[in-house]
Nanobody
Framework: QVQLVESGGGLVRPGGSLRLSCAASGSIFSIRNMGWYREAPGKERELVAAITRNGSTNYADSVKGRFTISKDNAKNTVYLQMNSLKPEDTAVYYC?????????????WGQGTQVTVSS
């Protein structure tokens, strides 16, 4: 079994910063790709940022230059540093890992963490 645990969400004022973390544990052989998604009320879940096993990154246009995704392979953890936050960044943020366990490759999701940007 694999578990993903997120942390770091909260309430922040416009222009502020937050750092999200997502750590994986369990029967992990290797982690292939990691990503952060978000889901705002009434909207579909969208990709925010992703990082591959070799460290290549990509970002949604709406967050480029403001958000940074990074990872710590030794800790099986991915981070999302969010700066210059805007009210439209308000959403539940989910991490997703593509993990190779002993027998197969699957996508695993975190439980979600609420980010609210409001004055």
């Amino acid at each position: 079994q694999v578990q993903l645990v997120e942390s770091g969400g909260g309430l922040v004022r416009p222009g502020g910063s937050l750092r999200l973390s997502c750590a994986a544990s369990g029967s992990i052989f290797s982690i292939r790709n990691m990503g952060w998604y978000r889901e705002a009320p009434g909207k579909e879940r969208e990709l925010v940022a992703a990082i591959t096993r070799n460290g290549s990154t990509n970002y949604a246009d709406s967050v480029k230059g403001r958000f940074t995704i990074s990872k710590d392979n030794a800790k099986n953890t991915v981070y999302l540093q969010m700066n210059s936050l805007k009210p439209e960044d308000t959403a539940v943020y989910y991490c997703k890992f593509n993990i190779l366990t002993t027998y197969r490759v699957d996508d695993y999701w975190g439980q979600g963490t609420q980010v609210t940007v409001s004055s």
